[in-house]
């Protein structure tokens, strides 16, 4: 049921529903403004917070910040990423609803006079360059797992907690980004028969898989890669320690 044929309450005029809607984009709107302030807040902060050859994701790689650029060398990277969750398909959905109520949920007016109207005129047409954000977060995806193999191998093994963190980020965001919808379409397009290509097939069904519970990925890797940072920012800081649970070789 959509917004135009919802039944709607006498008094609230949105919804005869009795369950609890609101709960699920009221807890969208709490935890992307937790994590856009956290975000917000490191790209300011200026700050790479290396241990050795560790790097935070949110500055990584390290790039010079030129003299004209007025702020961090963060924002020379989180561009690519942010630009990747905030047209995905999912998290299109979550935050009309979350910010815009339009609809708030199944069943549920669209708050205000007017809602969700396509994505034909700016900004929203810009949502269609996410298929190129893809190949963006691939490449910066690749350049977190480098990181990960740095932090294990650079000086023989080395298996620390916070390389072990770094892998679980760079596994969950593996799953978010090649779960992606754009990746399946380029992985199962351009073909009339997989049978003619059962290589490819193979590969469709498991990128499906992965976008089957690809809001389970996006919410995971969005708080993975947070946590990932912050627990670097921490420990380079000083406050959060970082066992070695595997030494040099």
């Known amino acids: 049921m959509n ?11 949105m919804t005869t529903r009795n369950d609890s809607w609101w709960l699920a984009p009221g807890l969208v709107a709490v935890g992307f403004g937790i994590f856009v302030i956290y975000a917000t807040f490191r790209a300011f902060e200026n700050n790479f917070y290396e241990i050795g050859p560790i790097i935070s994701p949110f500055y990584s790689p390290k790039l010079p910040t030129p003299s004209w650029f007025p702020f961090s060398a963060a924002f020379l990277i989180l561009w690519m990423p942010a630009g990747f969750r905030a047209t995905c398909y999912y998290y299109r959905k979550a935050y009309y609803r979350a910010y815009f109520m339009s609809p708030p949920a199944c069943g549920v007016k669209v708050w ?5 109207c396509g994505e034909r005129s700016f900004p929203f047409v810009l949502q269609n360059l996410h298929r190129y954000f893809f190949y963006l977060a691939v490449l910066v995806l690749g350049i977190l797992w480098y990181d990960v193999f740095i932090a294990m191998f650079s000086e023989g093994l080395n298996i620390s907690v916070v390389s072990l963190i770094m892998l679980a980020n760079c596994i969950l965001l593996s799953g978010y980004t090649f779960g992606c919808h754009a990746n399946r379409h380029i992985v199962g397009g351009g073909m009339n028969k997989f049978s003619d290509a059962p290589g490819k097939f193979k590969l469709w069904e498991f990128v499906t898989h992965l976008n089957e519970h690809h809001m389970g990925w996006a919410w995971c890797s969005l708080f993975s890669v947070g946590f990932t940072d912050f627990y670097i920012r921490q420990v380079a800081a000083g406050v959060f320690s970082n066992p070695t649970l595997i030494p040099f070789h």
Do not use: D, W
Not at 6 to 11: F, V, Y
Not at 112 to 116: D, I, M, N, P, V
């Open 112 to 116: 205000g006079s007017q809602g969700y």
């Open 3 to 13: 917004e135009t044929t919802a039944a709607t309450h006498p008094h609230t005029g």
